[in-house]
């Protein structure tokens, strides 16, 4: 609020679509940054592979520096803003050197923040000096400072959505036209909503890298990445989403995480995975590359926050939102407590989790099939609430059998699926959705 | 983060719903709060009418003041929190005498910001003290942080949204049942999602205080509810929400903010009012007590933020987050930007906007009623995209025409609407209805 403090200077590391962005919004929102801020923001300097590539923007009047750790060394640069990607490599390195430099940092960074951010936060935090993440996080949502912030007085009990844009676009489309999984992501990689290698999106990786984030700083745990158990969306076929619509849901990657506490002490639970998604929840119109998370206080209850999960623009508003928190000296611990005080929490076990469950069998077509299915759910005390077998499509082809469990202990749905395995009546593994609980 | 900061010191005045809330979630969470404030949080001393009242809560170990506005007189606190309510009044004493003693203030009065938020904040930043008010806008929604720290980076183009519980509460319940206005809303009474006296959620003013504060932290404007055009929804009839079920539409209160930027300066429209949603818009499968706010930014895009707009819990979560914020002194101008700095937007009078609207008349049973309303649509050069009459119930009873119009400038309806004014044809005041743009 004091008019005379002087700009925020700031160095660019990385001018893909999100730095070039950042250049295009900091230029054309230059007067409610600074009315926001307290002070204006200035980029001094810039680094990335190619300085003559056209990116549309004008590079011409800030500094150059060929190898991006130089950034951090300028004199003259308040905050590095690290968009180059990759958990490790230049990445990591511009990032620890810049805050051990004493400079703040501001990252997109998610893979980074989810495999380094404790050491990340730990280092800015020795130092004082501000490490900020919001666009690692679904992108233009405000969430990172939702969770940080907005939820800060709950102890949360659950917090759950929709992080990878790409998957959700994906299966949207899918639900749309009625396509297979590998013809519609041909077509949003033609599109731009899929990498060319899409293996991060489309294996649940890239929402688990979110996840692992939000959950430390959700549930006041050190980031633990490693332990969140990964399904991604490739073995969900035409004929599921035909299924789960009939039975009145769509199906979503949901990326889920929730703490149970015991006398062993507070464990984490942490999941990405496809999940039958009832078209009566909030998560369920939420189509496209739309991200939403939703978090669950003690008391403030539900809270949803949508937007976009990606993107130029998005992503930028997210990077320049810090920075003007940073502007406004409104920072604090990164992961929102301090390092020292975050848990360590082991891994949850969730086979005692009880839940209703969505199986797809694709089965020969020939007597005794669905009696032996049945059997093992029988053995394994599985309960089936309904149960729908689809003629096939023609002769010799293979014979679709879903069902939708009554709710039970998840264990008992692996140990059916364990008695069936080895089955010469199964012509493929069995597809097993969860059915989000509401 | 130093852990030998000494507590935040907080008063409490009015300890009805909310306050008992605050004093049951600072108990409850008091290990997360402290950890993520830094501090912890104390309740010293508190202020209420009847000090005997049973209110589930144990009041016993705070200070007790019968005259409120002592309690910013008290050395021993840092902030007070007033949950009195009411625009003026005792409430108004209390906020101005804490800001002028260089106490920090929190606040859940929606009423004495809409109205005093100016000259309030113009106090807090000449004494360099916090003014907090989150909870003052859809209870435990972080949207007033959302607006000031989450779309900072960009220029808001149009904020809207589900800002009154009570009247979401009636229509969606209308809609569920196909009762009429007057029975929903006894029933409402009922069961505690309407006020004895509705007056202020059912004509829409309560909407429009927070309306008001979120254009105004959005949009870089003064706050000016004097200029919030509100209708609320009294007249509103079952035989309407069939109407827009059989097009597609819901009907939701909305509140809606933007700005218009012309050779005038900016000028502010800002509406609460019956609306009808399209069944695929975001905000139609809020219903219930629940709140929702969009915020559509130059960067951002799209962003959603939704949850319970009212209650002890969620209001609660809000007020505490205020306090977290504080204790990490994380605050700055109260409205974003420097009272100084707001600008003073004229109000924009809308007739040039364009738009479909909804309109249903109630009219006599006899010939030439049809052509007297189509005559008026066309010579108002309105055009008419979708229009149902509606036979009477039964002999000598009124018959309903609805009708939906193509896009075209809202003074050309208004002005249809005034071709018909009395005429012996209607038997009662038409009802418009704008349909909510995408």
Known sequence: ?????????????????????????LEANRDVIAARAGRSIEVVAVSARDR??????????????????????????????????????????????TLERGKGLVTANKAMIAHHGLTLAQSA?????????????????????????????????????????????????????GADFGETLSEAQRLGY???????????????????????I?????IDFNNVR???????T????????????????????????????????????PCLVSKAHPLAPVDGPTN??????????????????????????????????????????????????????APLEPGHRVGSTYIRFTVADRPGVLAEITAAMRDADVSIESLLQKGRAGEGEDVLVAMVTHEGPEKCVSEAIGLLEGSDSLTAAPLVLPILPD
């Open 230 to 236: 990964t399904t991604g969306i490739t073995r969900i």
């Open 238 to 273: 035409a004929a599921d989403i035909a299924q789960a619509d009939a039975l009145g849901y769509v199906i979503r990657l949901i990326a889920e995480a929730d703490v149970e506490h015991s006398e062993d002490g507070a464990k984490l639970l942490q999941r990405v995975r």
């Open 52 to 97: 003559s590539k056209d990116r549309g923007v004008d590079l011409s009047t800030f500094g150059w520096e060929d190898d991006m750790t130089a950034l951090a060394a300028c004199n003259d640069v308040d905050v590095v803003v690290e968009l180059v990607g990759g958990s490790d490599g230049p990445a990591l390195a511009l990032a620890r050197t």
């Open 218 to 222: 959700g549930f006041g745990a050190e």
């Open 125 to 177: 935090e020795a130092r004082d000096v501000p490490l900020k993440f919001e666009a690692a996080v679904a992108g233009g949502i405000p969430v990172v400072k939702g969770l940080r912030e907005g939820t800060s007085a709950n102890r949360l009990e659950r917090i759950y959505g929709i992080l990878n844009g790409t998957c959700n676009y994906i299966l949207s489309e899918m639900e749309d036209t």
């Open 194 to 216: 899929a990498e060319a290698d899409p293996e991060f999106d489309i294996e649940g990786i890239d929402a688990a890298h979110k996840l692992a984030i939000l959950a430390a």
């Open 292 to 345: 939403a998370v939703v978090a669950e206080g003690n008391f403030s209850g539900r809270l949803l926050f949508q937007g976009a999960g990606a993107g130029e623009g998005p992503t930028a508003s997210a990077v320049v939102a810090d920075l003007i928190d940073i502007a406004r000296d409104e920072v604090g611990a990164p992961l929102s407590i301090p390092v020292s005080q975050l848990v360590k929490m």
């Open 1 to 25: 609020m004091n008019e005379t403090l002087p700009p925020l200077r700031i160095a660019l590391a990385g001018i893909g679509t999100v730095g070039a962005g950042v250049i295009r919004l």
